[in-house]
């Protein structure tokens, strides 16, 4: 069934309540109402401020925002919802900066982490799923280099290794990972966990791929000799992709710092991977939202 994307004002209407926002987290948890994790009682009452159940039989308490990333926040539940819908409204990602003044939050600190835990939460959805078929693969670097240091061998940057599903030539899938260096242990996580086994995948011709002709199942297809300036040529999708997160880092971040890009990353594959299922980009991230077990501010801080 086709299904339009909810308009500001019926989001408005629907959500705009804390309570509403509530209902509909208690419907999405306990489909069929409440029902005691100790001993299966179906009645309880409900703790408004703190969100949390407790049991009328036997007064155990049960948190409707446990193992989501709302779990002991102090943001009201509609303001997430708001920045989830926000999030997921444009194409390009949205700063924290704006989310912070649109929705009223105090601080900065908080904002960020509130992004974090959706980016997080998005990235590990998106995680579960593989790319199959025909693949271009390539690497690039984010952030300034080091002066004086060119190429694959850059030092002071993050490496990430990039890999789009090409059926008939048009991008279909994408992942992406952050690497230490391009070598056979940093690329073969990324091939084994993202990529089903009878890929076929198309790179450059620099020497960290090369173990790719060794791997079982897998088709490995050299495109130019050495790591040349073919390469947007011949991988076109790969580098088109590459240009889009990095314009979008670049103009909605303000730059990402190496130890959060992966979250950035999975937020931007997250949102390319659903482009065509837009209207229910909401629904989609809410539940992987209300399906991910919260990390802590220290947690992202680490
Ligand atoms: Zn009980």
């Given at each position: 069934m086709h299904q339009k994307a909810l308009s500001l004002m019926q989001f408005q209407k629907k959500f705009g309540t804390e309570k509403a926002c509530q209902k509909h987290l208690l419907r999405l948890r306990w489909p069929e109402g409440f029902r005691c994790p100790r001993c299966q009682h179906d009645q309880a009452y409900f703790q408004r401020t703190r969100n949390l159940y407790h049991c009328r039989a036997c007064g155990y308490q049960a948190s409707?925002?446990?193992?989501?990333?709302?779990?002991?926040?102090?943001?009201p539940l509609h303001k997430w919802f708001w920045m989830i819908w926000l999030m997921g409204r444009q194409k390009s990602g949205i700063s924290m900066l704006s989310l912070q003044r649109l929705l009223d939050i105090k601080t900065y600190k908080t904002v960020w982490t509130m992004g974090h835990k959706i980016r997080q939460a998005l990235a590990t959805r998106d995680a579960n799923y593989q790319l199959a078929g025909l693949i271009e693969m390539d690497d690039t670097y984010f952030g300034a280099p080091k002066p004086g240091k060119r190429g694959r061998g850059a030092a002071g940057k993050a490496k990430v290794v990039v890999a789009v599903e090409t059926p008939a030539d048009k991008p279909r899938f994408a992942a992406m990972r952050l690497v230490s260096r391009v070598s056979r242990a940093e690329i073969q996580p990324l091939v084994r966990e993202r990529?089903?086994?009878?890929a076929v995948i198309k790179t450059d011709g620099w020497q960290g791929y090369s173990f790719l002709d060794a791997s079982p199942n897998l088709r490995h297809e050299w495109l130019?000799?050495?790591?040349?300036?073919?390469a947007p040529k011949v991988l076109p999708w790969v580098h088109t992709l590459i240009a889009n997160i990095k314009g979008n880092i670049r103009g909605i971040h303000h730059g990402v710092s190496p130890k959060h890009l992966s979250r950035y990353l999975g937020e931007f594959c997250y949102r390319f991977n659903r482009r065509f299922w837009e209207p229910q980009m909401f629904n989609r991230m809410l539940h992987a939202c209300v399906n991910s077990a919260a990390i802590t501010f220290s947690e992202l801080r680490a």
């Open positions: 409707l925002t446990a193992g989501t990333v709302f779990h002991k926040t102090r943001t990529l089903t086994a009878e130019v000799p050495g790591s040349g300036k073919e």
